[in-house]
């Protein structure tokens, strides 16, 4: 598919107290699985990150923040900055269970629009969305400005937001484990337990 997945993984896992993406299931870190899963449906890989020593054994593209402690929109804006593609999946690290067929979808789906979020329970997965390249000037204009939530920047694109009930085509792919994110060491602990049932 001519689009690219970028993951971002430059935050600071301060609630998880240890890098998220680095956390092992099935003996496979988190942000291998993510990597695997994305790389049968996307033509590029783009991983975001600060430290780019502890992501080499990936051997996929990384790029850093041009912008330094500006959030997760930094990582929006040095991701899209880097893609060769229009259409880009951007996804945080800590979302073990992507889901690479629904993600493929979404970025089918943006068509004229600037972005598309899914809304899961009412809840807007900013970090979970697709994006489109030329949506970076208004990102950097933004943080050139000091507005820093996602949802400000929605407010001056076009975006596409679609429910769960939208996202029906795909009743085989347990929609609440997809936008499932490990932000505690509790959550961690359901996702291990997640694939032991499995």
Known sequence: MKAAAII????????????????????????????????????????????????????????????????????????????NYDVNFIVACDMPFVSGELAAALAEKIDHYDALVPVINGKMQTLCGVFQKKTVNQIEEC????????????????VLYLSEKDLQDYSNIDIERVFFNMNHPHEYEDAKKWLEAD
């Open 8 to 83: 971002l993984s430059g935050g600071k896992s301060s609630r998880m107290g240890t890098n998220k993406a680095l956390l092992k299931l099935n003996e496979e870190t988190t942000i291998e699985r993510m990597v695997e899963t994305l790389k049968v449906y996307f033509d590029d890989i783009i991983v975001v990150t600060n430290d780019k020593d502890a992501y080499e054994f990936l051997g996929v593209k990384m790029v850093s923040d041009h912008y330094q402690e500006k959030g997760p929109l930094a990582g929006f804006h040095a991701g899209l900055s880097a893609s």
């Open 143 to 158: 943080i050139e400005n000091g507005h820093l939530p996602i949802k400000y920047l929605l407010e001056h694109l076009n």
